[in-house]
Every structure is written in structure tokens, then in C-alpha cells.
């Protein structure tokens, strides 16, 4: 049966590190020696991190997992590994890449992303002495740990921070690729917003892919190109989750002057999109890095965690940046945030997923 726990408030803090803006592409590891041989357990190297579409650079998703993997790196002094995907990638080939790192001895190896499911649920079994963590998805395995999140519930924040800031009374939602995961970002951000204005508020959709392959998650222009559809039906906020496609939404929002709402990282703060940062009205926090930092610690700590590890609003998982100072000056934004956020926790306000 599958172990079902709450993550400690160990992990909060990581997603406000700020983050470099880094190239995509290519492979690149953190004073790692680039040794290739031997079992998992002949030498205990530390962190490695294979990324998801979009790879590191993305200011949102990856780059908040390389965050927590920076700070696990720092405080325990191990070696460590971050491995890009390839275009086109098969189940495979991630497959082929866990296991490279599970056998040149990195404990744990975390798959950042919902898709590296099936080939984490086959390299867990072959290396039972490794700890394993995936990102958004669940896999089962006595050497695995599950790291999921309520989007729904920064999303529902998100929601009510939109219907406070619009003047237009339409706001948009741009989704990568039309899967359940993106699901729950729609879901509660159309929540937050119908209950915060009554209804009063349109919320216009759209998803840029059907399939990952088809670059929802990593194509700036299809985002550019679905919030200028969004803008010219007058939304005047845009909430994006589209990992790096969102720079796109960004910079579309920006050029007309309306609010764009990022996702995961604090995306105003990141260097990036400083061009852009005065259109960030916030971001809908996901501590992908605090994730990452936790089950590292655990693993360091020889208490590896295993099963499902849940972040929302109750342990600081998930939650709204504030750091744009106009976020502060919109009439009654704050403090709506602040009652949802309360009643999302007390139970009081139940956050749809669907």
C-alpha cells in the first residue's frame, strides 16, 4: 500500500532563491568528476536532477527545481548532476538517463516532470539500495518519493488576485498542453476568479498543445501569439502555465501594457524577464525546489522519504508572490488574497481540480 505523507515546512523558502538565468541545451553537472562507472552504492555522489521540457533557463519550472538542487548542494557539499532532455525523447531514453545516474552512484535522482512516470517506475526496481523522486506525477515504489502539489489552490489565489486587478472584466488563462496537470492550474484560477467578482468576470482559455511533443511547454511564440488572441478580446490579465512558453504570455502582456500572472518561480523576479517585470502582477508559487531540497536532505540525513509527499497552502507548497509593489496598491487585492488563502486552509473554500 502507498505511504501517504505531508511534507514538513523544511521545504519552504527555496522558491524565493533567486534564480540565474541559464542557456538550454546540453548537458551540465556541478563538481562532478565525471566518473561513469561502478554500482549505485559504491559511491554516493549526492543530488542529480534530469529535467523536463524546456530544460533549465526556463525562469519557471526547472529552474526552481536547480534552485533547490543549488541550496542541497551548498549546505551538504556533495557532488551533484543536472542532465537536459533531448528533443523528441522517448520513454527510453529517459529510462537510459536515470539509470546513468543511478548507476555512477547519485542518490537520490529526481525526474522533474510528470513524464519521466514510466521510466522511473522501471529504473526504481533496478537500483532498490537508490532513492528516486519524481515531480507531479505518482509512481509507486518502496524507493520512491512522489513529489505532488496543489496547484489548484495558488491558482484559486491567482484567480482572485485577477478578478481584483482587471478593469475590463475579462481575464485570460493560457495553458501549455490540455492535460490533467494543467488542468488543475484552469480549474482553480476559474474558480478564484468567478467567486471573487460573483461571477461578474470573464475568463477566456486556451491550451497551446494537445501533446508535449508538440511544444506547449517549451515555444515562447505559441504563448506570444495566444495571449495577443486574448489581449484583442480585451483580457487585461493573463495567467499563463506554460512553463517556458509563458515568457511568451510575459512579453505579450507587457508590450500591451496589460498584467501577466506567472507560474511556479517568481517569475518578476527573475533576470530574464526584467524587461517585462512592471506587467508581472504575481505569480502562482510552486516550491518545486523546496522538493527537491527536502527529499535531498532526507536522503542525507539517511531517512530517506518514500510515497506520497504533498505540498499546498498548509505547509507554504504552494502560494502568490507579492514582490511586484503594485501588487500592494490595488484596491482590496491583498487582503482578498489573504482571506482566501485562510479559508482555502481552514477548509471553508474547497478548490476544484477539473
Same mark, same amino acid.
Given at each position: 500500500?502507498?505511504?501517504?505523507?505531508?511534507?514538513?515546512?523544511?521545504?519552504?523558502?527555496?522558491?524565493?532563491?533567486?534564480?540565474?538565468?541559464?542557456?538550454?541545451?546540453?548537458?551540465?553537472?556541478?563538481?562532478?568528476?565525471?566518473?561513469?562507472?561502478?554500482?549505485?552504492?559504491?559511491?554516493?555522489?549526492?543530488?542529480?536532477?534530469?529535467? =523536463?521540457?524546456?530544460?533549465?533557463?526556463?525562469?519557471?519550472?526547472?529552474?526552481?527545481?536547480?534552485?533547490?538542487?543549488?541550496?542541497?548542494?551548498?549546505?551538504?557539499?556533495?557532488?551533484?548532476?543536472?542532465?537536459?532532455?533531448?528533443?523528441?525523447?522517448?520513454?527510453?531514453?529517459?529510462?537510459?538517463?536515470?539509470?546513468?545516474?543511478?548507476?555512477?552512484?547519485?542518490?537520490?535522482?529526481?525526474?522533474?516532470?510528470?513524464?519521466?512516470? %514510466?521510466?522511473?517506475?522501471?529504473?526504481?526496481?533496478?537500483?532498490?539500495?537508490?532513492?528516486?523522486?519524481?515531480? =507531479?506525477?505518482?509512481?509507486?515504489?518502496?524507493?520512491?518519493?512522489?513529489?505532488?502539489?496543489?496547484?489548484?489552490?495558488?491558482?484559486?489565489?491567482?484567480?482572485?488576485?485577477?478578478?481584483?486587478?482587471?478593469?475590463?472584466?475579462?481575464?485570460?488563462?493560457?495553458?501549455?498542453? =490540455?492535460? %490533467?496537470?494543467?488542468?488543475?492550474?484552469?480549474?482553480?484560477?476559474?474558480?478564484?476568479?468567478?467567486?471573487?467578482?460573483?461571477?461578474?468576470?470573464?475568463?477566456?482559455?486556451?491550451?497551446?498543445?494537445?501533446?508535449?511533443?508538440?511544444?506547449?511547454?517549451?515555444? %515562447?511564440?505559441?504563448?506570444?501569439?495566444?495571449?495577443?488572441?486574448?489581449?484583442?478580446?480585451?483580457?487585461?490579465?493573463?495567467?499563463?502555465?506554460?512553463?517556458?512558453?509563458?515568457?511568451?504570455?510575459?512579453?505579450?502582456?507587457?508590450?500591451?501594457?496589460?498584467?501577466?500572472?506567472?507560474?511556479?518561480?517568481?517569475?518578476?523576479?527573475?533576470?530574464?524577464?526584467?524587461?517585462?517585470?512592471?506587467?508581472?502582477?504575481?505569480?502562482?508559487?510552486?516550491?518545486?525546489?523546496?522538493?527537491?531540497?527536502?527529499?535531498?536532505?532526507?536522503?542525507?540525513?539517511?531517512?530517506?522519504?518514500?510515497?506520497?509527499?504533498?505540498?499546498?497552502?498548509?505547509?507554504?507548497?504552494?502560494?502568490?508572490?507579492?514582490?511586484? %509593489?503594485?501588487?500592494?496598491?490595488?484596491?482590496?487585492?491583498?487582503?482578498?488574497?489573504?482571506?482566501?488563502?485562510?479559508?482555502?486552509?481552514?477548509?471553508?473554500?474547497?478548490?476544484?481540480?477539473?
Amino acid at each position: 500500500m502507498r505511504r501517504i505523507s505531508k511534507l514538513t515546512r523544511v521545504a519552504v523558502g527555496v522558491a524565493s532563491l533567486a534564480l540565474a538565468a541559464t542557456a538550454c541545451g546540453g548537458t551540465s553537472s556541478e563538481n562532478n568528476d565525471g566518473g561513469s562507472g561502478g554500482d549505485g552504492g559504491k559511491e554516493d555522489l549526492g543530488l542529480a536532477i534530469a529535467y =523536463d521540457i524546456g530544460g533549465k533557463g526556463d525562469q519557471s519550472f526547472n529552474d526552481a527545481a536547480y534552485a533547490g538542487l543549488e541550496k542541497a548542494r551548498d549546505e551538504f557539499g556533495y557532488k551533484t548532476a543536472d542532465i537536459e532532455p533531448t528533443e523528441g525523447e522517448t520513454d527510453a531514453d529517459k529510462e537510459q538517463r536515470l539509470s546513468s545516474l543511478a548507476k555512477q552512484g547519485y542518490n537520490p535522482v529526481i525526474g522533474v516532470g510528470f513524464a519521466y512516470g %514510466p521510466a522511473m517506475e522501471a529504473v526504481a526496481a533496478k537500483y532498490p539500495d537508490t532513492t528516486f523522486g519524481i515531480v =507531479d506525477s505518482v509512481v509507486e515504489g518502496d524507493n520512491v518519493a512522489s513529489l505532488v502539489f496543489a496547484e489548484e489552490q495558488a491558482s484559486y489565489l491567482a484567480g482572485v488576485a485577477a478578478a481584483k486587478a482587471t478593469k475590463t472584466n475579462t481575464v485570460g488563462f493560457v495553458g501549455g498542453v =490540455d492535460i %490533467p496537470l494543467i488542468h488543475k492550474f484552469e480549474a482553480g484560477y476559474k474558480q478564484g476568479v468567478q467567486d471573487t467578482s460573483d461571477g461578474k468576470v470573464k475568463v477566456v482559455s486556451q491550451y497551446l498543445t494537445q501533446t508535449a511533443e508538440e511544444g506547449g511547454f517549451s515555444s %515562447p511564440d505559441k504563448g506570444k501569439a495566444a495571449a495577443e488572441g486574448q489581449i484583442e478580446k480585451k483580457a487585461d490579465v493573463v495567467y499563463q502555465a506554460a512553463g517556458l512558453s509563458g515568457q511568451g504570455v510575459i512579453e505579450a502582456a507587457a508590450k500591451a501594457k496589460v498584467w501577466a500572472i506567472g507560474v511556479d518561480s517568481d517569475q518578476y523576479e527573475q533576470e530574464a524577464l526584467a524587461a517585462y517585470k512592471d506587467y508581472i502582477l504575481t505569480s502562482a508559487l510552486k516550491d518545486v525546489g523546496g522538493a527537491v531540497y527536502a527529499l535531498a536532505k532526507s536522503v542525507n540525513d539517511d531517512k530517506p522519504l518514500t510515497g506520497v509527499q504533498t505540498f499546498d497552502l498548509k505547509v507554504d507548497g504552494v502560494g502568490l508572490s507579492d514582490s511586484n %509593489p503594485k501588487f500592494a496598491e490595488i484596491e482590496g487585492l491583498q487582503d482578498a488574497v489573504n482571506t482566501a488563502k485562510e479559508a482555502i486552509i481552514d477548509g471553508s473554500i474547497k478548490v476544484k481540480t477539473e
